[in-house]
């Protein structure tokens, strides 16, 4: 565990948070996810992400922002898969660029898996940037139905099952 891992914080996320958490996702687009999608793509999505988008997800699912000191250094949320009670789905995870490799995402990734719409799912899926798919692999989430593609958003979808409970 990294020094800064142990005095990152998490939380449930407040309205209050969704300017600082649409900036930290914005970079990410911008200063990481380019690097795979191109910066015309990342651009685009990066300019449609506003604070009602961060609400919106906030609006349905369980979303935790993880602050070290005041600020707010990753994010990452656990919703649902359409409403089921047995499957649920990872969602808008990130760090700032500044806090990759520092141990945060781990962090966010324990944190999500230790929420009840976790522990109540078999199957929990993972719509995985190019970026990120590897450090979910960690993690034993795999291409879903063992097949590695790309789906029409440019995610790969990746799926872990485990016992209820």
């Not at 988008?53 to 922002?65: D, E, F, N, P, T």
């Not at 949320?77 to 969602?91: D, K, N, Q, V, Y």
């Not at 034993?140 to 440019?154: A, C, T, V």
Request: proline residues 1%.
């Amino acid at each position: 565990m990294s020094d800064i891992q142990t005095k990152v914080n998490a939380r449930r996320f407040q309205k209050e948070d969704a300017e600082e958490v649409r900036k930290l996702i914005v970079r990410n687009f911008l200063e990481v996810n380019s690097k795979d999608y191109g910066m015309k793509a990342m651009q685009k999505l990066a300019d449609n992400y506003g604070v009602d988008k961060v609400l919106q997800i906030a609006s349905y699912a369980h979303m935790y922002v993880f602050e070290l000191g005041d600020k707010i250094v990753g994010i990452g949320a656990i919703s649902s898969f359409w409403g089921s009670e047995t499957e649920s789905i990872l969602l808008t995870i990130f760090v700032l660029p500044e806090f990759h490799k520092c141990g945060i995402g781990t962090a966010i990734i324990q944190t999500l898996e230790q929420d009840e719409l976790y522990i109540r799912a078999n199957r929990i899926e993972i719509p995985a940037s190019v970026t990120a798919t590897e450090f979910y692999r960690k993690f034993g989430y795999d291409y879903k139905n063992g097949i590695k593609e790309l789906d029409n958003e440019h995610h790969y979808r990746l799926e872990k099952y485990k016992k209820i409970g």
